[in-house]
């Protein structure tokens, strides 16, 4: 008895290692087909230099769409359509101007960009005394100074998050809702300490916040050196004043599309896995991590399948965001839908947080889901993809995980100089590696066929 088990465990184990050994051949299979193509590299190129910035509501986007539905085709999606929504159009108008005018000596000019959703200041601008502050705290501390000035949100990134993108939730409160209570105490603007840690002068963008009730002020990102200078200036000249001008503008909500291309699985066609990133982008830079990158990584999972053969079992949809950077109304439309026809989603990914050198995934599910998922471990040493302990995913994705509960992921890639070129104008296909781009397609791909093969 004892003796027929023992064989019956090996024989089982025998066939586990088998099914390793099949599953790392082709996943070197696809490794070796994205690392040595330029498909993904190409369309970032073209995506980033020739279609260039695509904030929702710009002639652009309705570029990208149009590319992103032909791609999907010609990699050999079986299906390409598009989910239409509403989405907000802000436009920035003319270039912001953010002038420093001492009491004594010549005026400068700071390097600034309204913030997304940002209301202008009207064409003659505004003019006040600055009221410098490292965060909200200090804001309130000092209240009673704030009536009839321009509020500065001096607040320095922190060094002490390992996780960047812990520095980042940690200090975009700022931004999102700077302008909401610099307004309540009666300020009239605000300027803010772009959200980044880089050494350098690029203002970095993002949206804000408004709220019912409470004037809406116009809200301008510094870059980082401006700021330390404009918090400088202010120490040895407190009653320096600041010119700010901007003609941003929100107009009426328009139209965007998701851009989905599936191919149809063989065995539950009616059962999906998601693999998106978002196609639109801030309107000051290529947009090429944020999240170009992103877009051509979920296209290389469909071009992979499709190259080595693999003829999924589930339906895998690639799903290209609409408006994630100022709305997510494409990720809430997504989910809506969903929801709607009452699919059953085993999966969804996106890829939206740079395009440097992977590491690993983000996942959200239940445990036991995502010990099955750790099990596949060794299949992605050789890539030297380690991380799976991390919890979330991502804006686009978040919305469907919590409207049916479907596990879900986010490609994690090295994030330590993400937010150096994040909503900035350094944000461009040059600082894209085109290795570092492939091997996070690699990691994508290989983890959606073995969800594809094996289910959660
Ligand atoms: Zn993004």
């Known amino acids: 008895m004892k003796r027929y088990l023992l064989v019956g465990c090996m024989a089982l184990t025998n066939l586990a290692v088998q099914a390793q050994n099949n599953d790392s051949v082709q996943i070197r299979k696809m490794s070796d087909y994205l690392m040595n193509g330029k498909v993904g590299y190409e369309q970032l190129r073209f995506l980033t230099k020739s279609i260039g910035p695509r904030l929702s509501g710009s002639d652009q986007i309705v570029l990208a769409e149009h590319w992103a539905a032909k791609e999907l085709k010609n990699l050999g999606a079986d299906t390409v359509y598009r989910q239409q929504c509403m989405v907000p159009h802000w436009e920035r108008g003319e270039k912001e101007i953010a002038r420093v005018q001492p009491t004594q000596g010549k005026p400068y000019e700071l390097n600034v960009l309204a913030l997304g ?249 239940e445990d036991a889901k995502l010990q099955k998922i750790k099990s596949w471990i060794p299949l992605f040493k050789p890539y030297d993809i380690y991380e799976f302990d991390l919890k979330g995913t991502g804006v686009d994705i978040g919305p469907l995980h919590r409207a049916l509960q479907t596990p879900a992921g986010q490609l994690y890639p090295d994030m330590q100089r993400y937010f150096e070129v994040h909503h900035a104008v350094s944000d461009t296909f040059e600082t894209v590696s085109k290795r570092e781009l492939n091997m996070g397609s690699v990691a994508m791909s290989a983890l959606i066929y073995l969800i594809d093969k094996y289910g959660l």
């Open 117 to 365: 959703h940002s209301v202008g200041t009207g064409k003659s601008g505004i003019r006040a005394e600055v009221i410098c502050v490292q965060n909200f705290a200090e804001l309130e501390a000092r209240k009673a100074e704030v009536k009839g000035k321009i509020v500065f949100y001096n607040y320095p990134w922190q060094n002490k998050f390992n996780h960047t993108f812990e520095g980042y939730g940690d200090a975009v409160i700022y931004r999102r809702d700077g302008a909401v209570k610099a307004a309540q105490l009666g300020a009239v603007g605000v300027l803010m300490r772009s959200v980044t840690h880089a050494e350098d002068n690029h203002p970095h963008t993002g949206t804000l916040r408004y709220e019912e009730g409470v004037p809406q002020i116009a809200a301008f990102a510094l870059g980082v050196e401006d700021a330390v200078r404009l918090q400088t200036a202010l120490q040895n000249d407190p009653k320096l004043k600041v010119f700010m001008r901007s003609t941003s503008v929100m107009k009426p909500d328009t139209i965007a599309h998701n851009i989905i291309g599936e191919i149809r699985g063989s065995v539950f066609p009616d059962q999906y896995i998601t693999v998106g990133a978002h196609l639109d982008s801030w309107d000051n830079c290529e947009g090429a991590h944020d999240d170009g990158a992103g877009v051509v990584q979920s296209m290389a999972v469909l071009d992979a399948f499709k190259k080595t053969g693999i003829r999924p079992r589930h339906t895998i949809r690639i799903v290209l965001f609409a408006n994630e950077e100022n709305g997510a109304r494409g990720a809430s439309k997504y989910a809506e839908v969903a929801v709607q026809k009452q699919e059953k989603h085993v999966f969804a990914i996106e890829s939206d947080a740079g395009a440097f050198t992977p590491r690993g995934f983000f996942f959200l599910m």
